[in-house]
């Protein structure tokens, strides 16, 4: 039977560190001592990409990868890395569309939408809609949890915003 000494997970060093160099991933901790890693970019909701169980329970979410080490840990990081970011991934160059955008462009666009930025979870322009997701917010102005125990998730509201073919003078 494999103990956790005889399970040794490959990451590799340069890869790891230009991993935790990119700044993109934020190790956090939880109520029941364990330990998850999120990856800015990608960021859930606040459902990390693995979670390290501190022997009182996994993370329940399927889509969370549950390790029972700090290797094991990281290495969610570098794969996601090479799958979500890596160069092989499906990201191409179009001419004419920026590498990045300033951070305020950004900003101006949610908050034109009477959106607040910093409670935003995700925003998708679709074909007929825009659709976006912001953390729900209780009177006190905080954001609270959904459910119980492991379970629990920070409570969201989702939005969806339709697209007429009215003028945009014709709004009101
Ligand atoms: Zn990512």
């Keep these: 039977m494999a103990t956790t000494a005889d399970i040794t997970v490959h990451v590799q060093t340069d890869a790891l560190l230009s991993v935790l160099l990119t700044g993109r ?5 939880d109520e029941n001592c364990g330990v998850g890693i999120e990856c800015l970019d990608c960021f859930d909701g ?28 990281l290495a969610v990081a ?19 569309v920026p590498d990045s955008i300033p951070r305020g462009r950004v900003i101006e666009l949610v908050q034109s939408l009477g959106l607040d930025p910093r409670e935003l979870v995700s925003f998708e322009i679709k074909g007929r809609s825009i659709e976006a997701v912001v953390y729900a917010l209780n009177e006190q102005g905080g ?4 459910g119980d125990g492991p379970r629990a998730e ?13 003028s945009p003078s014709e709004e009101s």
């Design 78 to 96: 570098t794969d996601h890395e090479t799958t979500a970011h890596g160069p092989e991934g499906d990201s191409v160059d179009i001419p004419g």
């Design 154 to 166: 920070i409570a969201k509201h989702r939005i969806s915003i339709p697209i007429t073919d009215a």
């Design 25 to 29: 991933y934020r190790l956090i901790g």
């Design 143 to 146: 954001r609270y949890f959904e």
């Design 46 to 73: 606040g459902r990390p990409l693995g979670y390290y169980d501190s022997g009182l329970g996994p993370y329940s979410d399927p889509q969370v990868v549950n390790v029972d080490t700090i290797p094991a840990l």
